[in-house]
């Protein structure tokens, strides 16, 4: 009880914190009528609230810790519509969802505070005893910042995105305190002495921003009974902590960790492995690691490896905390794994009863701190903290906000954008401060090459309400990048950026509701209908009916590649994606399990021929480079006067290294690893095996084959040591679990297409 007590279990403020009267509970709808809600129709009804059920908000302003003073309070008052999940599997998971918020909120100087509280009957708990109960908490900036969060308003030098100090004392309707919302160790949030930058003696704790939200639950949510048809697992190689290797994998930084960029960089994309509970100091900090495959120069004070100063983040829960996430975009976005699904949720969900071997700490637990530190990305941008909204779900899919200031680039000031600083990738610039002299948003971005997080991962693995509500910010985010469904086709087809966009798109199609604080199913798929349809037009009609000569085309209808100019050889062609394109695997993994896939195809016409095409194209390369090549080509490139090649055994015969193969090097001596754009790439061949087994290839069994022949030599190499710090050690350097399988599924989702049509479709 005692680790779950900060996320879940009671916690008082003594002293002048504990002022404060019982509120009287109110009708939940004003009227003294029971209101009908929309129900599920096969999942449990909405719960009656309980006398343990969260009522009234009290915020303390902590500007004078001798005196915190009481600035406002708010009562959950009003019952809305219940949040009932449109898809039949999550609806019947879930039930309904009774939504409960607050007809007035609370200002705290300029910042307003608004709580919502969702809560679903006790059949979605792990324990099965009391209802789930779930609370979000929102802010707004009241003042002069009036178009808040738009850009157009806001005067970096003379406002702040941080509140000032406070907490939040969370009461039942009888006035037992439940909850306070404030730091692991009883500080307020946003205290003057929380330490923002890499110290000897004192703990990193990232201040909360307004574009955070502050998340509570009273109980654990349960796994889902499906989780196994969503995410069946990783195989036993993808297991090994040896995939935190400190090779080209795991590449990222911090700024208020490194301090800087570059040379100061430290690569700490596996601390999840190594991490401490909380963040600690440099000085003093020395475990003994009790993972064999962290060696004590890897688990390291000064980075130099993927361990290098895990001590810095802490994996625990805490307002404003990394968590392990890893959410500054310096490059690599909000998460440390460029992946569709996250590493923590990944291992948890193949092993829940597992634990990490340093600190032997449950998979659960630390999986709980994870879910939680969704809400402390800066992405929960709203305009009335009472409602919890910024943009309807017809805006969100059609015609979104924008983004102004990202990492790459990008966008404007306007009453319709919103600035997010990622360009301040080290800090050190006058800029990137606001008039406090904080770092404006704690450095939080994102950009389309770096747009993978998504917290629908816990609603669909865990039922969990309130990340539902989290992925819709996070899906809102990905549109406002794209600025619609039809724009940036060509530019993004085949690369990463075509993966995150479907991700999202795929999360709110699983996680869709009618209700305000979701996105409705009608509008999804008619946003990613119209996304095909334009794909149709700018990909599919050049290059399958046309049959243009252009180099793009003719690349995709070669070699599975869009051709390009390499930006930095103007003498020169170049793939455009690459392998890191082939993190669509997972997307479309997760779009069949979902039954998305099946809902699409089902369509047919352009759709259908958008989504096989998509399929045939990453065939192309991928089943090419490995059942005609040695496999270590993960970019494709050659002199513009050079012959274009017409398959990928072409590529390898006219432009490929022949003294090389993918797990040995040119002298014969085996390579420790590969680039990471080239694991998707195979990883893809197993999904293409195990999830589209409808969609024939004369190529898929020899590929299939070379892979495992490749796979089998590590076998052999570690088998072949002599005791068993050797066989670790060789395990540990030449094992790329980046190429490990996902398990197959134990079931498929729906395919949407007869197996006898398949062929007639790729004919047509």
Same mark, same amino acid.
């Given at each position: 009880m005692h680790r779950r007590q900060f996320l879940i279990g009671s916690a008082a403020l003594t002293g002048a914190t504990a002022i404060g009267g019982m509120a009287v509970a109110k009708d939940p709808d004003g009227t003294g009528k029971k209101k009908s809600h929309p129900h599920s129709g096969t999942g449990p009804e909405a719960p009656e609230l309980t006398a343990d059920a969260p009522h009234r908000f009290e915020v303390w302003d902590w500007s004078n810790?001798? /005196?915190?003073v009481m600035a406002g309070e708010m009562v959950l008052d009003r019952r809305i519509d219940n949040f009932v999940y449109e898809d039949a599997e999550m609806a019947s998971e879930n039930g309904d969802i009774a939504v409960y918020q607050c007809s007035r909120s609370a200002m705290l100087g300029d910042v307003e505070i608004g709580f919502t509280m969702l809560a679903a009957d006790s059949s979605n708990t792990e324990s099965g005893k009391t209802p789930l109960y779930q609370v979000l908490g929102c802010f707004a900036h009241r003042g002069a910042w009036t178009s808040y969060p738009a850009s157009d308003t806001f005067n970096a030098k003379k406002l702040s995105t941080f509140p000032k100090p406070f907490k939040v004392v969370m009461k039942n309707a009888e006035g037992k305190v439940l909850h306070t919302f404030q730091m692991q160790d009883g500080k307020p949030i946003n205290d003057p002495d929380l330490n923002q930058w890499r110290s000897e003696t004192k703990p990193l704790r990232p201040k909360v921003t307004l574009f955070m939200m502050l998340p509570w639950q009273n109980t654990r949510p349960r796994r889902s009974s499906k989780l196994k048809k969503y995410y069946p697992g990783l195989t036993a190689d993808g297991q090994r902590? &040896?995939? %935190?290797? %400190?090779?080209?994998?795991?590449l990222s930084c911090e700024p208020m960790i490194t301090g800087g960029y570059g040379s100061h960089s430290i690569n700490s994309l596996a601390n999840i492995y190594g991490a401490p509970r909380w963040p600690r100091p440099r000085t003093g900090y020395g475990p003994m690691p009790k993972d064999? *495959? $962290? %060696? #004590? #120069? /890897?688990?390291n004070r000064n980075g130099g490896s993927a361990y290098g100063g895990p001590y810095l983040e802490g994996w625990d829960y805490e307002p404003g905390s990394f968590s392990t996430h890893n959410w500054y975009t310096g490059p690599g976005g909000p998460r440390f794994d460029r992946c569709v699904i996250p590493s923590v949720v990944a291992l948890w969900a193949t092993n829940p009863n597992g634990r990490r071997l340093q600190e032997n700490v449950p998979h659960r637990d630390w999986l709980d701190g994870w879910a939680m530190a969704y809400f402390n990305h800066g992405n929960h941008w709203v305009r009335d903290v009472k409602t919890m909204q910024l943009m309807t779900s017809k805006e969100v899919m059609f015609k979104p906000w924008s983004l102004y200031g990202n990492y790459y680039g990008g966008g404007a000031v306007g009453p319709r954008s919103i600035f997010i600083n990622g360009s301040q990738r080290d800090g050190s610039q006058d800029h990137n401060y606001d008039g406090q002299g904080y770092m404006w948003g704690n450095g939080w971005a994102r950009d389309s090459l770096h747009s993978y997080c998504n917290a629908g991962w816990i609603a669909l693995l865990l039922n969990s309400p309130m990340h539902a509500v989290g992925s819709r910010f996070d899906t809102a985010v990905q549109m406002m990048m794209d600025q619609g469904p039809t724009q940036n086709i060509r530019e993004h087809y085949m690369v990463r950026s075509q993966a995150?966009?479907?991700l999202h798109y795929?999360? +709110?199609?699983k996680l869709a509701s009618t209700h305000p604080l979701g996105l409705s199913r009608a509008d999804v798929e008619a946003s990613f209908a119209q996304h095909l349809e334009q794909i149709y037009k700018e990909i599919y009609v050049p290059q399958v009916v046309q049959k243009s000569d252009d180099p793009y085309f003719r690349g995709l209808r070669n070699l599975g590649q869009p051709i390009i100019q390499d930006s930095s050889n103007g003498n020169a062609w170049v793939g455009q994606g690459g392998g890191l394109g *082939? *993190?669509?695997g997972h997307? $479309?993994?997760l779009m069949r399990q979902t039954g998305m896939w099946g809902a699409m195809m089902a369509r047919g016409g352009h759709i259908r021929d958008v989504l096989l095409l998509q399929v045939r194209n990453m065939d192309q390369f991928a089943l090419g480079l490995h059942a005609d090549t040695n496999g270590v080509t993960y970019t494709i490139g050659f002199d513009k006067k050079g012959t274009f090649p017409n398959s990928m055994a072409h590529y390898h015969e006219l432009y490929g290294k022949k003294d090389e193969e993918l797990f040995t090097g040119p002298d014969g001596k085996p390579v420790n690893d590969r680039d990471v754009s080239i694991h998707p790439i195979i990883q893809y061949i197993y999904i293409r095996r195990d999830y589209f087994p409808e969609i024939e290839h004369p190529k898929l069994a020899p590929a299939l084959a070379r892979v495992d022949k490749r796979l089998a030599t590590v076998t052999a190499r570690v088998a072949a040591a002599l005791d068993p710090e050797a066989k670790r050690e060789r395990d540990h350097v030449y094992r790329y679990p980046g190429l490990a399988p996902i398990k197959a599924p134990p079931e498929l989702g729906p395919f949407?297409? +007869?197996? &006898?049509?398949?062929?007639? %479709?790729k004919e047509s």
């Open positions: 810790k001798k /005196e915190p902590p &040896s995939q %935190a290797k %400190a090779h080209i994998s795991v064999p *495959y $962290l %060696a #004590n #120069n /890897e688990f995150w966009r479907w795929v999360m +709110a199609w *082939y *993190y669509m997307v $479309l993994q949407g297409m +007869a197996r &006898s049509d398949i062929g007639k %479709a």
